[in-house]
């Protein structure tokens, strides 16, 4: 399993607590929700990339070089032409073509979370390198009306802060198929990244926070949904386990959700990098009329405290908070960051690297850029990141 640092123990249950609230308190759930196992939960700044087809056998370790370092991000596919499968199979003969200096070719995922772009992954790392120096990629086929130019670049991996969490659906298998149940979650939460279903029924899902809620929720839903059909007719564990997840949804709703006049204070918990994107370039997802929205970063993470401050009601503390996590959902999919490191440069290259920074940042203006004392972080979608960072390096050796 991949995994970046672990957040410590009683943190993690923290942060999981304050994500994974019922949506409302009279939600009732007879039935027990699979299970989120403590242990070793949280992961910070993992190496995962972005679409979960590109991302479900990362948890399987192999000999290879890592999926990663295989895997070129391609823009430009005609969109709506032909039927995805047949698209694939186009950028397939595309990508093993010997004129294309291409090869063999492991994995097309397409469509993904962006219009227009594909993942191509390769069996041997260095038939990217080979991929990259061909400056000009035409897609061609006869199933084509005309050809299509193709932008190839690196795909650079997402290290955002996530959770990973191990699921115990065991729960669910008199009623379910759970190979099917899992595929069912799949489609409802393509944010996540989930490992192989193990035996015992227990399975591990990583994503952002908010992800990680939306996925408990459509499964207190299905919980819910379940126990109308039975007509109240539980045996005495089944009542114990819901007994037991009633009390503790209860505790994590007093933590979630503290009443304070009409409206009410909830928390959404944030990559601290997702959350300065949404700052610069989404700004009025935090502006609402008697609502006050405030951050507290701690490290990698950020908590984002909404609650009323005026006339807003409930409805509307909600209504903003949603606003926020749907967001940043998307933003932790789509988004890469890079890290230019300028540690060991003398003063005067230092100076040099952020001039050219700030003289860059009008030429992309969906990146964002954040500079430290000894590196500067640029952040943005994957394709836009690669050029500013290679036009970077050559104006900063230039000037």
């Keep these: 399993m991949i995994r970046g640092a672990a957040l410590p123990g009683a943190r993690c249950q923290r942060l999981l607590a304050q994500q994974s609230s019922c949506p409302s308190p009279s939600c009732p759930s007879p039935r027990p929700l699979p299970v989120f196992l403590p242990g070793n939960s949280c992961s910070t700044r993992t190496g995962l990339g972005s679409d979960s087809a590109l991302n479900s056998r990362s948890f399987v370790a192999t000999g290879r070089a890592a999926k990663s370092t295989r895997t070129v991000v391609i823009a430009g596919v005609p969109d709506g032409l032909l039927q995805d499968d047949v698209m694939a199979d186009?950028?397939?003969?595309?990508?093993?073509?010997?004129?294309?200096?291409?090869?063999?070719?492991?994995?097309?995922?397409?469509?993904?979370?962006?219009?227009?772009?594909?993942?191509?992954?390769?069996?041997?790392?260095?038939?990217?390198?080979?991929?990259?120096?061909?400056?000009?990629?035409?897609?061609?086929?006869?199933?084509?009306?005309?050809?299509?130019?193709?932008?190839?670049?690196?795909?650079?991996?997402?290290v955002f802060s996530s959770v990973t969490s191990v699921l115990n659906m065991a729960v669910f298998k008199e009623q379910f198929v759970l190979e099917d149940l899992v595929e069912e979650m799949k489609k409802q939460s393509r944010d996540l990244s989930f490992g192989p279903l193990q035996s015992d029924g227990q399975i591990a899902v990583q994503g952002s926070f908010p992800a990680i809620k939306v996925l408990r929720d459509f499964l207190l839903l299905k919980a819910k949904s379940l126990s109308e059909k039975d007509n109240r007719e539980e045996s005495k564990s089944h009542q114990r386990l819901r007994r037991r997840l009633q009390e503790h949804r209860s505790t994590t709703e007093r933590r979630n959700f503290i009443p304070d006049g009409d409206g009410g204070k909830q928390v959404v918990v944030l990559d601290t990098d997702i959350y300065h994107y949404m700052k610069h370039f989404f700004p009025w997802i935090f502006q609402e009329n008697d609502v006050a929205v405030s951050a507290v970063t701690d490290g990698d993470i950020t908590t984002v405290c909404v609650e009323n401050a005026g006339r807003a009601d409930a409805g509307q503390v909600s209504s903003v908070k949603k606003k926020i996590e749907d967001q940043s959902i998307k933003l932790h999919s789509i988004l890469r960051k890079i890290r230019v490191s300028y540690k060991e440069c003398p003063r005067d290259e230092k100076q040099r690297h952020k001039w050219v920074c700030e003289r860059l940042k009008s030429c992309y203006p969906q990146v964002l850029v954040i500079p430290y004392d000894a590196h500067v972080e640029v952040i943005g979608f994957s394709s836009d990141i690669f050029e500013f960072t290679k036009e970077m390096s050559s104006k900063s050796l230039t000037r």
């Design 90 to 158: 186009i950028l397939t003969i595309h990508f093993q073509k010997s004129r294309n200096n291409g090869g063999d070719v492991e994995e097309v995922t397409y469509p993904t979370g962006n219009k227009g772009v594909a993942y191509v992954t390769f069996e041997d790392q260095e038939v990217v390198e080979s991929v990259l120096k061909k400056d000009d990629h035409r897609l061609e086929d006869k199933r084509l009306s005309q050809p299509y130019p193709l932008r190839v670049t690196p795909y650079c991996e997402k």
